[in-house]
């Protein structure tokens, strides 16, 4: 990354993204192997046979395993009834474990975005979604949309200017991009929100990465995934085999 020596100019990011699935048919042909009558629960708690088949279809199509189960939970979440069945159901990990993911992977962001610029000794090039609820509290700031990063300076992240990121712990679908009553479905809308309060657009940062397709239909913001983002603490907190009153207090 380089800087520049005034405020006027952009700071800069280089951001790799690895975990981008080509396009939304190799994301439909994956969905035809993701979900069997009756079935439901947690993808990793499927049967070895299961798994294997759906890990067969990632195979052919450009996609991880973990990309296919956090679609799965997607396409679980847009059938009826979905949405809150998988949002409360323990056998879906629990809204509380969902919750604690998500809070480490914006954690893990805000590490990297601190570490990018960490030589900005004398600027503060962003603040948090917890400092503007405080700003908001204050009275120092007007209400409004609060994204987990609102830059203070101009960034070009990728070659492209963004004002805010908002972080999202799941793999972002093409496919149900319209879906307006689940969060895959909800992007574009929020996308649009905050570019248009904050006064630029900005970046979604998903953590099972993202369809390359959805790009076209999410054009105010910059859809990146977690590639250079340290993801141990989510990675072990999924992986713990602790029961969820444990892994609360971790």
């Not at 030589?119 to 948090?128: E, G, H, M, S």
Request: charged share 25%.
């Amino acid at each position: 990354m380089s800087t520049a020596e005034t405020h006027t100019d952009p700071l800069w990011i280089n951001w790799a993204c690895e975990k981008v699935v080509p396009s939304q048919k190799c994301e439909r042909k994956v969905m035809a192997a993701l979900h069997r009558k009756g079935e439901w629960g947690r993808g990793r708690d499927l049967p070895t046979t299961r798994l294997n088949e759906i890990q067969n279809a990632c195979d052919k199509n450009d996609m991880t395993l973990y990309q296919a189960l956090s679609l799965r939970r997607t396409l679980l979440r847009s059938f009826k009834g979905g949405m809150k069945r998988v949002t409360h159901s323990d056998a879906m990990g629990g809204s509380r474990g969902q919750q604690a993911i998500a809070s480490l992977f914006e954690e893990a962001l805000v590490s990297f975005l601190s570490s990018c610029f960490e030589d900005q000794v004398n600027a503060k090039v962003f603040i948090t979604e917890a400092d503007l609820l405080a700003e908001i509290k204050k009275g120092s700031r007007p209400p409004g949309p609060t994204p987990d990063i609102l830059f203070l300076r101009p960034v070009s992240n990728n070659g492209r200017l963004v004002k805010w990121i908002d972080a999202k712990m799941y793999y972002a679908s093409a496919s149900f991009a319209n879906h307006k009553n689940i969060p895959n479905g909800k992007l574009k809308r929020i996308a649009e929100r905050y570019s248009a309060f904050y006064g630029g657009e900005g970046a979604f940062v998903f953590g099972q990465g993202f369809c390359a397709s959805l790009q076209d239909i999410v054009k105010s913001a910059l859809l990146l995934d977690a590639t250079p983002l340290d993801m141990t603490a989510v990675n072990d907190f999924q992986n713990s085999q602790l029961t969820m009153e444990q892994l609360l207090k971790i």
